[in-house]
């Protein structure tokens, strides 16, 4: 990094100033308004609104409110989207072995010392982000994200063969995908199935109560406002993807000699 | 919004340029992914300042944690030096 990259890339960065501070001076076409808009204003005052639940979903989270249960079809394609990508990474390797004893012993002790202080703190702060998606900001893919960066984390310091010794396998952790897709699912079927056997009008991705349906998901737990669907998306929506990142990483990490006999295959079917 | 967080986001997003620019025109491919992995804790701070806690959260994780971990693979699979 020599003295003149620096100087080109300060200049960079006074010419992005600049251009900025003309953005904001309106020399550029007209700014944005700063007021909230009518649209927010609905959302802000519907995501918990205990006083009409028709319209509410009754989470103290409005993101939440918005990505699980107003546009939660999107969100749902979201999530089958990533599914197709993982499965297709798995899809290019097809036929690899995962072997154990190929040497990797991973870094020093210093570094497996200071992980294990870690682990429980980083596994800790994902699960409660995905618990409590509903009440605070995070969710299901920001939870699930966390844990499975610990998962990375353990895979590079304590070494692949380690984490296959220790039970990990791509079959054990599509098995965890498919379960968290299948509760998803589920979850967005619940008041369907229910209103079908109780012969009572409802929606796929019902949550709370609607106009000519009286069927609601359980609002509290306990003395706690439990949002309904919102919770159960964000625990099996963090179930997905912290297996399926994993997975991916895996996948994507292994060693030559396990990768050898795919190849070999791949060969003989040509 | 408050004086002190606009000033913030400014330096982060000096940063983020200057960090951006080496990235690009480094030849040594890790030392790329080390600058761009800067680059978005900077993204983390505006995206923090600018009151968006939730997308703070899936971008921590994802691109200082996921994306150097996968590029690192892919370094270690072909070249560590361009060109």
Known sequence: MRARELAI?????????????????????????HTIRDLAKSYLEYAYNPWNATVSSMALEAVTAIVWDYRGLDTYFETSVLFVAIIGVAALYRGYREMRGLGGAGLSEIVKTSTRVLVPLILVAGASIAI?????????????????VLMVLLAVVFSLDYAFERGLSSRKLLAIRSAGLIGILLTSLALLVAGAVAGVYAYVFQNMVRESSELSMPRWIFDRPLGGTLFFFNVFESLAVVSGLTLTFIVLALRREEVDHALAAGEWYE | MEPVAILLATVAALLSVIATYLA??????????VLSAVQSTAYALIYYVLMAPDIVLVYVPVSVGLLPAVSVLLIKKTERYEG
Not at chain 1, 133 to 148: E, I, K, N, V
Not at chain 2, 27 to 32: I, N, S
């Open chain 1, 132 to 148: 409590h998606g509903h009440l605070t900001p995070g969710g299901g893919f920001q939870g699930g994200s966390f844990m499975a």
């Open chain 1, 9 to 33: 890339a300060s200049s960079v960065a006074l010419m992005v100033l600049l251009l900025a501070y003309v953005i904001e001076l309106g020399g550029l076409g007209p700014l944005a308004p």
């Open chain 2, 24 to 33: 690009v025109v480094s030849k040594d491919l890790l030392v790329a992914v």
